[in-house]
């Protein structure tokens, strides 16, 4: 059940440069339990549409089954949303971006949604650079059907059940890096100050943009033998912070170790990155893996951009479609009329 | 040996080995008797692989413009030794057998009532041609040759069919036609030429095949053109036989009518999904985001699709399936055709679900289906499942022309624009304003601050709020049947017809027959052949479900009916005893799963023993006395 | 004011949020009931979340053992204001309505025909308890206490239930003791105690409960122990409401009975697979490989598993896979009851198919069904699908104990092992040796020579060599047919009951009523109902798909026939009409979807607007005159 | 169709440690295209089988569907085996190895059946380690179906449609040695000396064993614009050939750039690696995922065993079964008897 909450605005609360507060990103209350994660995720998204000054409207959510698939209703309330099948919207995102390609999408999911029964489909959006942000609130498990290990989970992580896990838990960002996604990030849900940049720089750019946020489920997974849980995912954090800049500000190129290096984006935008550990650019898919991997080996898990690049070229592009959206096309242009039809007929008599 | 007499009415049938290049020269015969202006009907029986193994084209040649299939070989044309055993025992007595000669027949293949007839097609084309290509190739132009003296195909049209095939390889069109010459001059030399079975331009034809102009294409390309037609703007597959084709024809038909003319760019896409889940789901987002969008897939597809077809049913998002049957279940026979996702299709997905289809029984009927699909989608918000099959998909059909009226306008059913927003009050995606359970729909992107929604596949209230509630969903599902009634209304209506030769049913004739799609045509001339005989049976040919409440009218105003289908299990008769209320017992089923299409003869003898059993009950009416 | 009377008679609900703790209070309830001897029918209405949202547990007391849902609320125990003016509407006239009275009640929300009766939880909570999160707890142990005092149950058995839970923890005991008391203190000293509804300990205990041994368990754990005892080693599954507590009672029993005494190795394998379709697959790999393999899901499962099930049909592989419905079509109502997926669940997949359905209608047969699910499967070579519900599956139900008859073999069906393949001449996979439609089948690695075959979705010869010949094919579905008529001798046949109260059908008897599974217990009820008020109703309680020839036989014996369900489209009337022949104007449906479940008073209901709409022709013959 | 070959056998072919010869290895006789490349696969999967002495009785062959799924029927006439839905044999393998521990799977699949509508099961087999050969035969398109590129198909590959693939390629070898992969191997069909001690290498292993192998389509993929023809698969061969060492030979253990290294296999049988362009050890992901990339960045394709686990468990020992097969279990170890249910029944009062 969802309560609509009051529409009482403050008159004096900020505005974005179209002039909308950050309550016109709202949306309903949510139902997720106190503290859960995902909910941190919601406002985060919530507050990156509102500094990015994105029309409401022009953005469209869509997402899976499960408790972080609902998010969508919790923010953005004046637009559209699709709460589609567990594992499948992947699918369901690729045909929207095709259909209006002048959208903005937020695909939401889960790491059961994505990371089990959604594991094909979400390889094959990398692969088509569908222009959208995917984020995964990953929570190593199943929050919705109440506590099962997801396969993100790590091994040896205990669930409620109290089983260890015997499975390798599958790394999201690393997949997305090595299956060619052209935006690949992680964050951590209550890492606002890092997120929130995340997101913008995600929605700013040109193709498929992936976050891996992980998202402790407080009532399944947040106990001592889980290494998924706020206290130990705060142990390991290895902080990556990304700061957002928007269009139109001076770009600084240096980048060196334990420095900032700026990655110009798509349409202009540029991010600022601080690199950690370093050892790798931002735009090199072995040296992401590497970096990746290497923290995980030091069983931390490495936050930031971990991979960028800023030639993407989004799935419209590569299908050469018009620039004018295919939902917006009529008649006129979609009817070839009788005589094509009379020319046809011809050819086959 | 009997003699087979056939002017314009027999059977040829060409047993190949597939991946031989025999496609090509086999429907260069067909189309040749076809420009002659005589009724065929082409037919490529082909196995599952690639290369290697059997393969067969059934041409029948009709005088009254039958297009199903016949039943029985008058002329078997066979170069392929594999098959030869069965393909020599599928000759009708007084019948033909032509073979390749430069190896003897084996004398136990031997029959005493057909005529066997040798041409060393192997040697011949080993003498005359360089390359071991083209001796492969050509021969199949060297019989095609041979069966232009047989039975008097008009030579020219095949010198002009191969002309506009070669355009521009003048040295393929020469070689070609002297493959031509070499059959035809050895036929003429050694036989008797033309054989009783024969065609004969003019004469015997059938006055609506010939005063009317035909076209020969196959259901699929028709399909393609209907969502082009149709406004189809995003095709998502996932490639499957034999539905295949229909994705390939809509892509080459859009790279030639959808190109942007400023830019060169798409005004289209297709995208060949990882799987079939996949492309409904992208389907369904396309849909949902108020582009048209199908998919073309078979058997196997439909049953991944089943859960993702419960979502577009319940969140009520327009979908285009077009499924193209093959023989089932699994894998089934994936080159054989059958029409036996009937139940599959119209409760698909669990959960209680009513999906609407088409069953097309024509080129010309996929096409209009096609665009009308789109449209009913649209104005149902709800899939719409095209029923076809491989008979009617892959194989080449006269088909009256294609048609299109240019002040057709697409009717994109009750979608609120910013403006439409504005004027409605209140407005909640699920309330029934007209009382036709059809709601208004907005699309993502449309009005600053109304029409924003959620759609989901849970239940919810009639303003899309999520809700558990008992009421809210019982008042969603009732609404959905009231849809569904509403859509007996839009979809195609049944065509009826009185038992033939009789303008008005007489009193005591209580015979019916019912059929939809492949099984319509060979239905058509089994009642033919019964009503010959002195029965009388009236016809309806259903269209679409929901059936349409002449379907039931039929039913009641008929006591014996005969359900004609291409299954096992004899599924539209249980659809129409479901949802039309009817005893089952009133239907009878005419079957046929062999993979094969329904004969005419195997519908009239399954009929005719019936009404023998029936006995007392049912005594011939001739034709003379009604 | 309406005073209600009901000694055990009567309908307790709570209302509570979840995620508070409230479940094991109010199961401690039930419990208690359960165990002083009093007929209880606890169940469980909850939301699709996890935490915050309105939750109910209903609980009905019946002296004569009926475990349906009655309908309507006596005592509303309301400790969540979210719901609460719903809650307040649904209390029955006379009934009460106890609230935690920390806030006053909103006056706009007063009725003048109930009882309210507040008690002050939380404060007094506030005032006992140190901690929020006991005080958050023990809020549901005190009003237990009060409905101790209101409608007394035993104190003891309470105390005793507390002990038995947490053994070891004593202070956990006291407190909750003490919890106990403050509501039975409170309500003592506030209300008249008890209430005219209330409990009373053997005196009007309906015989077949009094006499009879009674366990309290959930048809998931019963079939979940079915799987253990049936001899299940493999169970693959993916999550999903309402049957993922099967497979966590397999696992649990397993682990306790099945791991291997030498070397505390496991004799089975529980594997949490990708989706439904790994899922599927995996038991189809599993069982083709000789062992006993399960799957358990819900509806969405079904859907994705609907090709999977073609295969296993066509290739014959034996699956068990366990259907927990809920609420479709798609996401449906992911935590309500249906009975919905009964057609998507009989002809699963495209093509031709037909799968065998068992419905069990109480824990004790969700076990004995289990067991025998694995030998049909087994026995018949195809998959077999027990249709539970989430009511049955979720909800603990007093049920006779489960029975095991040692003596009991695993009938593993006509598996050949190397022996009998020695014995075997010219074996071939698909032979059909006995006419029974059922063939010898051989497990990988039994025989260093003989026996080895292709498995195949595709079509083939008895020898199991791959085959496009329609011959073949239709020998082997028409082969599946018999198997399937072969399946009607195999599994559970229905139940008849004659009409209540009379021992002969009466001659002009004609009333029938058909059911299956959670529809039961309140259509017995019903039809009791009925009877007193004169409407002699016969009934058959639908066990299992295909048919049982009985079932043709009732329904010959009748004129009129509810078939009583919970879904939307009459799914179980139709499978009805479909496979018996059956006008379908002779059953009537009864139905019920809102997801709740059905219950006896909506079934009377409906039976009796249909016999008096019926007019004359249905007059009640009242009892004393039978 | 299938024929069933001649049963005649020539006394004095050569046989093997039990007394098998080749022939006892043969299936029916292939019904794919003359040339093809799987049927050398099928080849080398009989040889390698008769090499290793394997009882061909205790061998289960599964497939999916596609021409290479057809295979299973052309090899080991004398194996059961199950051809069974597109994309989904990795499920029915799981389940088959689950009953019964002690045979030798071999799966065979494309890569239309693998990479596409495959590739969520094909990951989590991996994830789950099933001891199993899993070979694919990657012909870079969909044959059976008559030739639209498959997810493997480089970009830029022409089909014989004409269209030039948009997509990058997916590379199946890349994605299971991230993925966790206990063996990986590459090869290409008409290399047989590579192929076959591949395949009894990987039959020796004790998991999940994975050989992708390039097999072209003579059909629909073999010519100039497609980069996966047998012309230009030769040309980009980058070969890295593997000698299989039965048990009992002799252990090499030298390992340094342009050498052997010899690696000891679970069952105690030996590889013997030749590294072609070295940089890395063949158990080391990071490495082996670099050296696989490196080569593709120079349009080679690395072949050979690419990486090796040799303390790989597989899905029955993480599961802790029993060594006695599920599938042979009787009433007595399965059926806790009426005394049990009464236990249980008493809890339940
Ligand atoms: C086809 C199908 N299978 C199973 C389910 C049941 N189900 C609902 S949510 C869920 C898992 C959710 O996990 P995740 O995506 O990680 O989300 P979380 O709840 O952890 O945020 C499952 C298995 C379903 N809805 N549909
Ligand atoms: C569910 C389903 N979808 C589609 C098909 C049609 N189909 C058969 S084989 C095949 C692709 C085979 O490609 P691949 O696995 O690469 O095998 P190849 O033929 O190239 O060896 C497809 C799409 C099918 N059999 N089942
Ligand atoms: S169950 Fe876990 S994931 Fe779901 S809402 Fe609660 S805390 Fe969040
Ligand atoms: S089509 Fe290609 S893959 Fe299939 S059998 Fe022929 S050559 Fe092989
Ligand atoms: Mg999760
Ligand atoms: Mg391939």
Redesign the interface.
């Known amino acids: 059940?969802?309560f609509?909450k009051p529409k009482f605005r403050h008159p004096r609360l900020p505005t974005n440069a179209l002039g909308f507060t950050v309550a016109d990103y709202d949306g309903a209350i949510s139902?997720?339990?106190?503290g859960c994660g995902h909910d941190s995720i919601s406002a985060a998204i919530r507050n990156a549409c509102f500094k990015s000054a994105l029309?409401?409207?022009?953005i469209?959510k869509?997402s899976g089954?499960g408790?972080s698939s609902?998010m969508?209703?919790y923010f953005l309330?004046?637009?559209?949303?699709?709460?589609?099948?567990?594992?499948?919207?992947?699918?369901?995102?690729?045909?929207?971006?095709?259909?209006?390609r002048?959208?903005t999408y937020i695909g939401v999911s889960g790491d059961g949604d994505t990371a089990?029964?959604?594991?094909?489909?979400f390889?094959?959006l990398i692969?088509?650079n569908v222009n959208m942000t995917y984020i995964v609130a990953n929570n190593g498990c199943?929050?919705?059907?109440?506590g099962?290990?997801s396969?993100t989970a790590d091994l040896g992580s205990v669930s409620k059940?109290g089983a260890a896990n015997?499975?390798?838990g599958?790394d999201l960002a690393?997949?997305a890096v090595?299956?060619?996604a052209s935006f690949v990030a992680r964050s951590f849900s209550g890492d606002k100050d890092q997120l929130e940049p995340l997101i913008r720089a995600a929605m700013a750019h040109d193709g498929f943009a992936f976050i891996d946020v992980v998202s402790p489920c407080v009532?399944f997974n947040n106990h001592a033998g889980s290494t998924r849980s706020y206290g130990s995912t705060r142990d390991h954090l290895d902080a990556m912070p990304v700061d957002f800049v928007p269009v139109r500000e001076e770009i600084r190129a240096e980048y060196a170790e334990g420095t900032s290096h700026a990655v110009t984006l798509h349409d202009g935008s540029v991010i600022h990155l601080l690199k950690a550990d370093a050892g790798y650019a931002a735009d090199d898919?072995?040296g992401a893996?590497?970096a990746i991997?290497s923290a995980q080996q030091d069983r931390r898990i490495l936050t930031g951009l971990l991979f960028l690049d800023p030639n993407s070229r989004d799935l419209?592009d590569?299908?050469?479609?018009?620039?004018?959206p295919?939902?917006e096309?009529?008649?006129d242009?979609?009817?070839?009329?009788?005589k094509?039809?009379?020319s046809?007929?011809e050819g086959?008599? | 040996m009997k003699t087979l007499l056939g002017i314009n009415d027999f059977v040829v049938k060409f047993a190949n080995v597939n991946g031989t290049g025999s496609a090509s020269a086999n429907s260069l015969f067909a189309k040749a008797i076809f420009r002659m202006g005589i009724p065929v009907s082409p037919r490529n029986i082909f196995p599952s692989n690639i290369q290697g193994l059997p393969t067969w084209y059934e041409v029948r040649v009709s005088s009254q413009g039958y297009l199903g299939r016949r039943g029985g070989v008058d002329i078997m044309v066979c170069v392929n030794p594999q098959s030869m055993a069965d393909d020599i025992a599928s000759v009708e007595p007084g019948g033909y057998f032509i073979y390749d000669s430069t190896k003897p027949l084996a004398p136990q293949l031997q029959r005493d009532d057909i005529h066997f007839m040798g041409i060393p097609f192997t040697e011949m084309c080993m003498r005359e041609f360089p390359t071991p290509r083209l001796q492969q190739l050509l021969k199949n132009v060297v019989y095609v040759g041979a069966m232009a003296a047989l039975i008097e195909i008009d030579f020219s049209v095949l010198k002009g069919l191969l002309n506009t095939q070669f355009k521009g390889k003048e040295k393929l069109i020469s070689s070609n036609v002297h493959a031509l010459e070499m059959g035809f001059r050895y036929a003429r030399e050694h036989f008797d030429c033309p054989l009783p079975v024969r065609l004969q331009q003019g004469d015997n034809i059938a006055p609506h095949i010939r005063e009317f102009d035909h076209i020969l294409m196959s259901g699929n390309t028709a399909t393609a053109l209907g969502a082009i037609y149709g406004g189809a703007t995003v095709a998502a597959w996932y490639p499957i036989t034999p539905s295949t084709s229909v994705v390939d024809a809509f892509s080459k038909y859009a790279e030639r009518m959808r190109i942007d003319p400023g830019t060169g760019k798409k005004n289209f896409a297709v995208v060949q999904a990882e799987d079939e889940l996949a492309a409904m789901g992208m389907v369904i987002g396309a849909s949902w985001n108020g582009a048209r969008a199908f998919t073309a897939t078979s058997g196997p597809g439909l049953s991944l699709m089943s859960e993702f077809l419960g979502l577009a049913y319940f969140a009520e998002v327009p979908v285009v399936l077009v499924d193209v049957q093959r023989s089932g279940p699994s894998t089934g026979m994936p080159t054989r055709s059958q029409q036996s996702d009937v139940l599959a299709a119209a409760y698909a997905s669990h959960g209680d679900t009513k999906q609407v289809l088409l069953f097309p029984a024509t080129p010309r009927e996929c096409f209009d289906m096609t665009v009308d699909a789109f449209d009913l989608a649209d104005r149902l918000q709800t899939p719409v499942i095209m029923m076809s099959d491989l008979d009617l998909g892959m194989n080449d059909w006269m088909s009256p022309p294609l048609e299109w009226d240019d002040s057709r306008q697409l009717d994109r059913g009750k979608v609120l624009d910013a403006d439409g927003l504005e004027q409605m009050e209140n407005w909640g995606r699920y309330k029934d304003v007209d009382g036709d359970g059809i709601c208004y729909r907005t699309l993502p992107g449309t009005h600053p601050s109304k029409g924003a929604y959620f759609t989901r596949g849970s239940s919810k209230s009639e303003m899309a709020v999520y809700s558990e509630r008992g009421e809210d969903y019982v008042q969603n599902v009732d609404r959905l049947l009231r849809k569904f009634e509403t859509a007996k209304q839009y979809v195609p209506k049944p065509k009826v017809k009185n038992a033939p030769g009789l303008t008005k049913p007489a009193s005591d004739l209580k015979l019916g027959a019912m059929f939809f799609g492949t099984s319509a045509s060979p239905s058509y001339e089994a009642v033919e052949m019964l009503a010959s005989e002195g029965y009388p049976i009236d016809t309806l040919r259903i269209r679409a479900f929901p059936f349409h409440r002449s379907l039931d009218d039929f039913i009641h105003a008929h006591d014996l009916i005969f359900v004609i289908e291409q299954n096992r299990d004899g599924q539209m008769r249980r659809l129409i005893s479901n949802e039309c209320e009817i005893p089952p017992g009133k239907l009878t089923a005419v079957l046929n799963y062999s993979g094969t299409p329904i004969t005419a003869r195997h519908i009239a003898a399954e009929i005719r023993e019936t009404l023998n059993a029936a006995g007392g009950n049912v005594i011939p009416l001739h034709p003379e006395t009604a």
């Open positions: 059940m969802s609509i139902t997720l339990c106190a029309e409401p409207h022009r469209a869509v089954i408790c609902k969508p209703t309330g004046r637009s559209h949303g699709f709460n589609s099948v567990h594992g499948r919207m992947p699918s369901v995102a690729t045909g929207a971006s095709l259909a209006n002048n959208l089990s029964i959604g594991m094909g489909q390889i094959h692969r088509r199943y929050g919705l059907t109440k099962q290990d396969a059940g015997p499975f390798d599958i690393s997949l090595l299956q060619g009532t898919r072995t893996l590497t991997r419209n590569t299908l050469e479609l018009a620039s004018r295919l939902n096309l009529g008649k242009e979609l009817c070839p009329g009788s094509m039809l009379d046809i007929n086959l008599r």
